[in-house]
């Protein structure tokens, strides 16, 4: 098992940043890829941001590139998410989640991660 706990969100004005982090236990940190999910009012829950187990490869929805950056701690067991120049539709409960390293489907697909975390609320006022 591996636990996750998500912390860092608050409210902001448009414009502003927010650090989210996600703290794992359980199982070794580096056997895992790590993602970011979000679930705004009355939405599904999408794919924000993805690393994999190095960090060597990254992705990220199109609506935050160049907004949000994903970074990991191996040493720490801990996963990012810097958001930079938020909107109001940033709005949404942020949720990290962890794949095995050797997962080779779509790490887009919320169906690809084992373990989540409870969530961690971002609220970005106009």
């Known amino acids: 098992q591996v636990q996750l706990v998500e912390s860092g969100g608050g409210l902001v004005q448009a414009g502003g940043s927010l650090r989210l982090s996600c703290a794992a236990s359980?199982?070794?940190?580096?056997?895992?890829?790590m993602g970011w999910f979000r679930r705004a009012p009355w939405k599904e829950r999408e794919f924000v941001a993805y690393i994999s187990w190095s960090g060597g490869s990254i992705f990220y929805i199109n609506s935050v590139r160049g907004r949000f950056t994903i970074s990991r701690d191996n040493a720490r067991n801990t996963v990012h998410l810097q958001m930079n120049s938020l909107k109001p539709e940033d709005t949404a409960v942020y949720y990290c989640?962890?794949?095995?390293?050797?997962?080779?489907?779509?790490?887009?697909?919320?169906?690809?991660?084992?373990?989540w975390g409870q969530g961690t609320q971002v609220t970005v006022s106009s």
């Open positions: 359980g199982r070794t940190f580096s056997n895992y890829a």
């Open positions: 989640a962890a794949t095995h390293k050797d997962y080779t489907g779509s790490i887009s697909n919320t169906r690809a991660y084992d373990y």
